[in-house]
Structures are given as structure tokens and as C-alpha cells.
């Protein structure tokens, strides 16, 4: 539907045929009280989260941030942020699970600095709601989201898997993850700590998508399920797809079907909140809202 503004932008044309006017040509407070208006009106919202509205709350990967946790892992290896360090290629499984231990405390068992879930929450609980997000730091069941209303795509840090992988289950990493925190030093932890699979015995890995071996357990799939009928009840009436934080890097999950679901229903609204990368196709201008600027405040604002 969208194929020929998208290969457009793709063969880098810039963004001459998508429409940019709801940023450009309006106050920030008009667009907001445009988003609050279609919040009020719509009868269901589709939230659809990316890593822009962690980073929103605090959870930035570079930065102060990153040196107040890793600044022996940077000094030792020349890591500079944290998505980086998950790929470095660490000799031993002791110093992988040393760095990965970190990321995932600091990531997924601490509460973000700014309360941004909280008030996302606050403007959509009295709504018939659901959230597909990218993230996979569990940010928005900590904030309190009923869980029966959140698709994970990508995994969570919170479960390890099989890296063979020789099943496809999950298992909860927190109690093991503090340990190693605990136990660490000298960026190792000790080598009786290294997660194994507890049927073929190979090195656990983490449930995130980064290639074919990625575990879509008898969870994922409930909540797949749950989206999916979810959407099928969109069939018409006043939606608000609303889009938070989502960049350009795996747009066919949440951007593209926002698209392609607003421009199919006339009475669907789509909304697009991101610092830097604020735009919709021309088809679905008119029924678009776009704000370039810092998700926190926006709802704030709202």
C-alpha cells in the first residue's frame, strides 16, 4: 500500500513523500491538544513503544550513564555504549556474563529515573488499550500495564534460553543475574556461575531477537495471539494508533502497520511522538498527528 513512498525513502529521496506539516506548521501545544483530543475520542489506542520512550524515562545507553556502570568494560575493551558492548567478542564466557549481568540489573531490575511509564499509564488505563513494544526491559509491567494486554516482540533481558537453541522454553534470569552482580570482580564472574541449559547442558543465551535461534516460548505466543485478536476487534471505529519512540531500524513490527491500519480505517487516527523522526506518508496526513520533541514532556504536556 505504502510500497512506493517507503522504496522512495529507502533509495534515500529523503523525505519528500512523507508529510512533516503536523511538525512544521504548528505549535507544540497545538499538537498536543490535537493527540489529547484524539486520545479522548478514540474508542481503543494501540500503543506502539520503541526504544525512544525508554530512553525518554532515563534508560539511555551512552553517556554518563553508561561510564557510571561500565567505565571499567570501556577503559579495558574501548566499549562506548552499552548496545555495542552486548556484541564485543569477550574471551571468555566469565567476562560475557560479567558485562551481561550488569546490562541486564541495570536495565531490567531497576526502575527508570523518570516516572514516563507512569503517566503513559495514567492517560490510557481508563481505555480499551494494547501495547506492542520492541523494548525488552519489562518497563511497562513494572509501571503496572496488565501484562494480558503487552506483546514483547523481541524478548526480554529478564529470561535466558538455550543458545543451541534445543528447546523452546524460557527461564526467569533474576535470582542468578544478582549473584553474578554480587559475586563479580574484575569484570569475571566465577566460572561455576556461567548459566547452562539445564537439558543438553550447552551455555544459556539471552532471549533477545538478534538472529534465527531466537526462542518464541508458549509466552510469547499467548501474547502474539492477544495482539492479534485485539487488532481483529479494530475492525472500524475511532483507533488512536499511537507510536512512541519507534525509529527506523525494524519498522515492518509497529511504523508500517500503524501506516497501513490508519490508512484502511477513515476513522483512525495516527500519532507519532518522537524526538527527530516525526512523520506519516501523505495518504495518511490529514488524519496524522506529529511531534518532534521529547516524549516525557509530551505527556506532561497532555
Not at 13 to 30: H, I, L, M, V, W
Not at 274 to 300: Q, V
Amino acid at each position: 500500500m505504502f510500497g512506493g513512498i517507503l522504496a522512495g525513502k529507502a533509495a534515500g529521496s529523503g523525505r519528500k513523500n512523507f508529510d512533516e506539516a503536523g511538525c512544521a506548521e504548528q505549535t507544540f501545544k497545538r499538537r498536543v491538544e490535537r493527540l489529547a483530543d484524539a486520545l479522548l475520542q478514540a474508542d481503543a489506542v494501540v500503543i506502539g513503544a520503541g526504544s525512544g520512550l525508554s530512553a525518554s524515562a532515563g534508560f539511555t545507553y551512552g553517556g554518563e550513564r553508561f561510564f557510571k556502570y561500565f567505565g571499567d568494560f570501556a577503559e579495558k575493551y574501548g566499549i562506548r555504549d552499552m548496545y555495542s558492548g552486548g556484541f564485543y567478542p569477550y574471551k571468555t564466557l566469565e567476562e560475557y556474563w560479567a558485562w551481561w549481568s550488569r546490562h541486564i540489573y541495570y536495565n531490567r531490575y531497576v526502575e527508570p529515573p523518570v516516572p514516563v511509564y507512569q503517566r503513559l499509564l495514567e492517560l490510557v488505563k481508563e481505555k480499551d488499550y494494547f501495547v506492542i513494544t520492541t523494548n525488552v526491559d519489562h518497563c511497562f509491567q513494572k509501571a503496572g500495564f496488565d501484562k494480558e494486554r503487552l506483546f514483547y516482540t523481541q524478548g526480554d533481558y529478564g529470561l535466558w534460553q538455550c543458545s543451541g537453541p534445543c528447546h523452546q522454553e524460557t527461564y526467569d534470569n533474576e535470582e542468578q543475574v544478582r549473584q553474578m552482580i554480587a559475586e563479580q570482580k574484575d569484570m569475571r564472574i566465577p566460572t561455576e556461575l556461567i548459566p547452562r541449559c539445564p537439558r543438553c547442558g550447552k551455555p544459556m543465551n539471552m532471549n533477545l531477537r538478534s538472529d534465527a535461534a531466537f526462542v518464541e516460548d508458549a509466552g510469547w505466543h499467548r501474547a502474539a495471539r492477544r495482539y492479534e485478536a485485539f487488532i481483529g476487534r479494530m475492525d472500524g471505529g475511532r483507533v488512536l494508533f499511537w507510536e512512541l519512540g519507534v525509529g527506523a531500524n525494524t519498522p515492518v513490527i509497529i511504523k508500517y502497520p500503524f501506516w497501513r491500519m490508519t490508512h484502511q480505517n477513515p476513522e483512525a487516527v495516527y500519532a507519532c511522538v518522537n524526538y527527530g523522526e516525526a512523520y506519516a506518508p501523505r495518504e495518511i496526513a490529514g488524519r496524522s498527528i506529529c511531534i518532534d520533541g521529547d516524549i516525557g514532556e509530551t505527556l506532561k504536556q497532555l
